[in-house]
């Protein structure tokens, strides 16, 4: 029989604690798949007291039995990615087999340069608070089709072609448009090469290996990055990143057909943040946003930047529901409100004093959102030892029941505490 097909998604503007969750749910597959976006993720795990970041490496990377897969939908730093295996190697870890696609598309030095050249040029209501790790010039290229694939990283003759091609009009852009100087050829084709001989090992057919390992019976995993609201069409756009997080990204960044999908679960933090710029109807720019920043630790895990902090919002859940298609929740961090006498979730938003309960495409009319809230009582202890639902204190039952009932889906996932064992599991 086929094993089971789960994607995991970001429901909010990302660092729900995909990584975490997709850690736990990994005991029970054989295959993690990063589909999309590149080193701007940071997937945090925590094992065996132990913390670890990712932002390559798929978050089932410290399971030796499993394969971890990077699909073409990804673009890929090949810089971050060793930097990432080289300091497991340094720990001590034994990993799983990883495959990286033969169509992932190459970060360059000139994305990055770019990256960042672009984002000055912004100024004030148009920035976008990228991480800078060229994610936006890459999938450019990408779509503009003068992109370097990982497979062009192993043919040399290939790669000359292409690169002629493509320096040839980054150095006019850094050198007419932004007064930069331009890189040398031979430097980057040389780094290039060297590059493809430490990855030659690890190209692959990624869609057959995971075609094959679902037909032999093992559960598949889809790791997303980012989130519904980063997604290139359905988030704040331009307030975004330049990929598709969403459930059906899976389908294209991986190489599997919508009806091999079995599951989609969602991850909502059980409050609100966000890194970089725009719209955010429940942010609190106050002393509870503070709170929850300490509280929660918000800062990026790729950047350090802090996270803007606010209160959970169910009008944007609905709409990632609805998106994404969402079976299941994974419910996060719900220990960070542990000490709080009240906490408010949205249900609802006020637009030019009309009550709305559906999440506006139009990111100038969600700018115009007022929050409407629910109250409810905090349950004043902490929760980081429970392990069943029913451990709970009522309060905090109360509050996962009331985001079941308006999303209409599931709870199947509880974290209290950043540990892979701190985490209260609902049949899945
Ligand atoms: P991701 O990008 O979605 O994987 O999330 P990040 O790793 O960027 O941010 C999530 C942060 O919250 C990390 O520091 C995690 O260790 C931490 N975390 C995840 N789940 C929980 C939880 O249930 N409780 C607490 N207190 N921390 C958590
Ligand atoms: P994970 O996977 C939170 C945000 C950036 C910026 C916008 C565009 O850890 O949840 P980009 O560098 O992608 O062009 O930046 O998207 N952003 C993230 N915010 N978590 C992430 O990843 C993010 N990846 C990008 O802050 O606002
Ligand atoms: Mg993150």
């Known amino acids: 029989m ?42 945090t795990v925590v094992a065996d007291g132990e913390k670890y970041v990712f932002h390559l490496l798929p978050s089932g990377i410290l399971y030796p039995d499993k394969l971890c897969v990077i699909g073409n939908g990804v673009v890929m730093d090949p810089e971050a990615l060793f930097d990432e295996l080289d300091a497991l190697a340094a720990r001590g870890k034994k990993t799983a087999r990883l495959v990286v696609s033969h169509g992932a598309h190459i970060v360059m030095p000139y994305h990055k340069l770019l990256d960042k050249l672009s984002e000055n040029a912004r100024s004030g209501d148009t920035k976008i608070g990228t991480t800078g790790r060229g994610i936006g010039p890459c999938y450019s290229d990408k779509y503009g089709r003068i992109g370097i694939r990982a497979e062009d990283l192993v043919n040399a003759d290939i790669l000359r072609a292409k690169l002629s091609l493509t320096l040839a009009l980054k150095n006019d852009m850094l050198t007419k448009i932004y007064g930069e100087k331009p890189f040398s050829f031979d430097e980057v084709y040389e780094k290039a090469l060297a590059w493809g001989r430490r990855i030659e090992p690890l190209l692959g057919d990624s869609f057959l290996e995971i075609d094959e390992a679902a037909e032999s019976g093992q559960n598949i995993l889809f790791e997303g990055a980012q989130a519904t609201l980063l997604d290139v069409d359905y988030g704040t756009y331009p307030f975004v990143t330049s990929s598709s997080p969403c459930a059906g990204g899976a389908c294209t960044g991986a190489g599997i057909g919508p009806s091999r999908i079995d599951r989609v679960i969602g991850v909502v933090k059980a409050y609100c943040t966000r890194v970089g710029e725009g719209p955010f109807p429940t942010e609190e720019r106050s002393e509870t946003g503070e709170f929850l920043r300490r509280k929660g630790g918000e800062f990026g895990a790729t950047t350090g930047r802090p996270r803007r902090c606010g209160w959970c919002d169910l009008v944007a859940v609905d709409y990632a529901v609805r998106v994404n298609g969402l079976d299941g929740i994974a419910l996060t961090k719900l220990d960070v409100l542990d000490d709080l006498d009240e906490i408010k979730i949205c249900t609802s938003y006020d637009i030019n004093g009309k009550v709305q309960k559906h999440f506006p495409s139009s990111c100038a009319e969600l700018s115009r959102a007022k929050p409407l809230y629910r109250t409810f009582k905090g349950w004043k202890r902490s929760i980081a030892d429970c392990r069943r639902f029913e451990d709970l204190p009522e309060a905090a039952r109360d509050y996962v029941r009331f985001i079941e009932d308006t999303s209409g889906v599931p709870v199947l996932l509880i974290g209290v505490g950043p540990g892979r064992e701190q985490t209260i599991l609902r049949g899945i």
């Open 2 to 43: 086929r094993g089971r097909t789960d994607i995991v998604v970001g429901v909010q503007w990302g660092d729900e604690g995909k990584g975490r969750v997709v850690d736990v749910l990994a005991a029970k597959a054989g295959v993690v798949v990063r589909y999309q976006g590149g080193a701007n993720a940071g997937h």
